[in-house]
């Protein structure tokens, strides 16, 4: 009777010691799966371009309807938004974000204070040029990132990136004047050349962004979430005392800006483009963890051509022979680019030194 007790707990024991192996290899695999999804860089370069695309139209609609133009009070009520969702997720266990420091608030303030700059002139820009014009200028941030890339990260640039960023420049100039032959009155033309000066503005801005904030994410080890989290919070304050300091809040432009008719609409619309930062904001920071700054740049840049012919589809930009050459030139530009940086990094990984 001993003999059989002693082999049925020996029988327990095992079957016990099996079933602990295989859930922990069946945690692991999780564990794994969830990491190769978190590190992907073709997952997150398509969740960038879909938000990217979202964001976008979600803007326009609301800058461009009801002559709206309490710009810093529509950011801020975005990063509100996107404060109230992903404190949502982690009351549901769903992500992970760092407590509040005050230490690293301090550090990370300069780069929030970019992002308030490069979503302000975005929204201005908008306001007074065309999707296609929009994005085909946008263009113009990666020549400033990758020669900032070259001075702190040590890049390079290649005679086949720098061909890009002719063709670049060159679509440009072809959107201007694709843009300019559609202006009819001296108004337009005024707010064609506003449109330019935010537009330059939201570059060089943007490219700032996110060449420090890359430096930063480096130095401070911050995940995703983390860097969504300090960039909306930081953000809320400094949109808010912007809207209440340089925007008018009279009744009379409160009813200009949110029409009877069309209140509903518009909140709805100012709700539903803060949701859709949520999803700009974190595939922003996936992309240029997972990838490098001027890759980040120039997913935006091949995004570009469905941003762009949307524009003309639900906002009725202009459509001449300027103006649709532009969106094809840049987008071709933006082709050129990718191959130029697969065929760098290529070059790169054959001279790596090799152990014998």
């Known amino acids: 009777m001993g003999i059989i007790s002693v082999y049925l707990l020996g029988q327990i024991l095992y079957l016990a010691r099996n079933r602990i192996s295989k859930s922990m290899e069946k945690h692991n695999l999780a564990n794994s799966a969830v990491g190769s999804i978190a590190n992907s860089v073709p997952l997150s370069v398509i969740s960038y371009c879909a938000s990217s695309i979202l964001m976008t139209i979600t803007n326009k609609y609301v800058v461009s309807a009801y002559e709206f ?17 992903i404190y949502v997720l982690k009351s549901l266990g769903l992500i992970t974000f760092r407590q509040f420091n005050k230490d690293e608030a301090t550090k990370w303030s300069p780069i929030a204070f970019l ?6 002139t975005s929204s ?15 263009n113009l941030t990666i020549i400033v990132i990758a020669y900032g890339e070259v001075l702190w ?36 033309t005024l707010s ?10 939201n570059c060089f801005a943007s490219a700032a962004f996110v060449l420090i904030m890359r430096k930063r994410i480096k130095l401070t080890n911050f995940k995703d979430f983390d860097t969504m989290f300090y960039n909306n919070l930081l953000g809320v304050p400094m949109f808010l005392v912007s809207s209440f300091v340089f925007e008018d809040w009279s009744a009379e432009n409160l009813a200009r ?16 483009s803060g949701m859709s930062s949520v999803g700009i904001s974190y595939c922003s920071a996936w992309c240029v963890r997972v990838t490098s700054s001027t890759t980040y740049s120039m997913v935006g840049a091949l995004n570009k051509l469905p941003i762009a012919l949307s524009g003309l589809i639900f906002f009725g930009g202009a459509v001449n022979f300027f103006s649709v050459s532009s969106i094809f030139l840049g987008f071709l530009a933006g082709l050129v680019y990718a191959v130029a940086k697969q065929k760098q990094q290529k070059e790169n990984a054959s001279q790596l030194p090799t152990s014998k």
């Open 192 to 201: 064609l050349y506003l449109g330019y000066f935010w537009m330059f503005s």
């Open 257 to 272: 800006n949110f029409p009877e008719a069309n209140r509903t609409s518009t909140i709805m619309a100012m709700v539903f």
């Open 115 to 120: 992002l308030v700059v490069t979503l302000y």
């Open 153 to 188: 990260f040590g890049g390079k640039v290649t005679s086949m990136a720098l061909s890009s960023f002719f063709l670049m420049v060159f679509s440009s100039v072809i959107a201007y004047y694709g843009d300019t032959s559609s202006a009819k009155t001296a108004s337009d």
């Open 124 to 138: 201005k820009a908008l306001k007074y040029l065309s999707i296609p014009v929009y994005t085909i200028f946008k």
């Open 69 to 85: 133009n309490l710009y810093f009070f529509l950011l801020a009520v975005q990063c509100i938004v996107c404060l109230l969702t």
